[in-house]
């Protein structure tokens, strides 16, 4: 890969790496005019891990030329101190934090490598997996006698984006999402379909731009009736009519990630993160 | 709920807040031993909403009597001044950081709440809901014609923590990951299914403590035979066994959460994430 002139960002932790990725990224959103080529380097969790980490990165500065960023969120000081003697930009997410916090919280701190949600935690792990399980069952329309345990429903067209947010919103936070397609029939009239009649204060709706859809869906069935842009554009037209019409609330998937959409029907549905 | 002698937590964003809050938690778990009341405070966009915001904040202090703390990742600048304002212990990852990037990248932020990968990176998009689509086909032994068209293949006893790992891999990471449950026939010779032979360097094990397998079998199917400890311990010890002699990587779920089992394997296959 030529790196000539791209700015090499390094993620560094002994854990994971996901949350210097996830600041790092966010940080980086800042400055979109850049090329940037983004490394992970995860479990650093020794002297000898850490070295090979270093040179690695000073191979790659070798063939970009410009001076790399390291985002760290190393958790022992004696590594820390190694990095930072390096000739990087690095932004040490836990030696800048760590003081002013244990000020916060009259304590100090325990050098231990980030621990996150997870089986390590049994009753939001189960949770959690009892929310995945169900969003499985349900997935693309499947009982939908089962809706009245839903936390919430999600509708829209094929390919809008509906699973990937519900099972975002199962994984992470815990909430039983259901989907339900829109197809043709339920569009003719947009009016909601009978099933649902019983679930309005759950129903959220998802749009997104008919030349986004017909991209997503030309790359599944090309040049099918269903991918074309005249069909996408019928769709998408239809569901918005329908949700304007039926008070549904709109969230709009060419302009969010998984992430934020998912963020978003928590948000308007006052659920609660399970924490 | 009682919230005398509880921190309270805050993350406070303009976007998802799942920056914010991923941080903060891994700050957070080097005080172990405080007691947390989390709050997720999303899309604080206006000054409205950052009115909002602070009187909820402000409510809760009166219940807790401790000064709260706010993880933010605020991009407005005149927001960000009247948070700092308050009398909160505020930690603003943004202000912190994005004059020192400016020095390294040699460019003026433009300050735009942040954008994380999704349906707006559509090439991106695509390839991580074609393996959501593959693994949730070959879930749970489903289709094991289709292992050659796997990234990687987690094996384990039922309940060991396959199924999420999987769907995390996918989601996060765009890998096909294929799951294979190792049931009581698999394990009476502790000997690697015929089917997976031609698939051994994608192959790798979960294992779990036999307590805590315990636990989460027993809050599905109580006093079952399936839950019982004596086949937790059995099966485990089996599986651990056909790692050993078959050569197979192990990871623990009961010390990793799932994020940590996902990246492990990532790590471990040499796989490199989806940019």
Redesign the interface.
């Known amino acids: 890969m030529d790196l000539a002139g791209k700015?090499n960002i390094y993620f560094l932790s002994d854990?994971?790496?996901?949350?210097?990725e996830?600041?790092g990224?966010?940080?980086?959103?800042?400055?979109?005019?850049?090329e940037y080529h983004?490394t992970?380097l995860?479990?650093v969790d020794s002297e000898n891990r850490l070295d090979l980490a270093i040179a690695d990165i000073q191979k790659t500065t070798e063939r970009s030329g410009l001076?790399p960023?390291i985002f760290s969120?190393l958790?022992n000081p004696a590594l820390r101190q190694r990095l930072l003697a390096e000739d990087f930009?690095v932004?040490d997410?836990?030696a800048?934090?760590?003081a002013?916090?244990q000020?916060?919280?009259h304590?100090k701190?325990?050098?231990?490598a980030?621990?996150?949600?997870?089986?390590?935690d049994?009753g939001s792990?189960?949770d959690?997996?009892d929310a995945?399980n169900f969003t499985?069952n349900v997935?693309d329309g499947l009982r939908t006698k089962e809706y009245e345990h839903a936390d919430i429903i999600l509708l829209g067209v094929s390919r809008s984006?509906k699973?990937?947010t519900c099972?975002?919103l199962a994984?992470q936070f815990g909430i039983r999402a259901a989907n339900y397609p829109l197809i043709d029939e339920d569009l003719e009239y947009p009016r909601l379909p009978d099933q649902l009649g019983n679930y309005r204060d759950k129903l959220y709706g998802l749009s997104?731009d008919p030349a986004?859809l017909h991209?997503?869906r030309q790359?599944r069935r090309p040049d099918s009736r269903y991918a074309s842009i005249e069909q996408c554009r019928r769709e998408v037209k239809q569901v918005d009519l329908m949700y304007k019409q039926e008070g549904i609330p709109r969230l709009d998937?060419?302009?969010?990630?998984?992430?934020?959409?998912a963020?978003?029907v928590l948000?308007k549905a006052k659920l609660h993160?399970q924490?």
């Open positions: 700015h854990r994971t790496g996901i949350s210097a996830t600041l990224r966010s940080l980086l959103s800042q400055f979109p005019d850049h983004f992970s995860p479990f001076r960023v969120t958790t930009f932004f997410f836990f800048t934090y760590l002013p916090l000020d916060a919280l304590q701190a325990s050098p231990i980030g621990q996150m949600h997870g089986i390590v049994l792990y189960l959690r997996m995945v499985l997935d984006g699973t990937p099972l975002y994984m997104i986004s991209r997503i790359a998937s060419s302009s969010m990630s998984v992430e934020e959409l963020t978003s948000f993160r924490f």
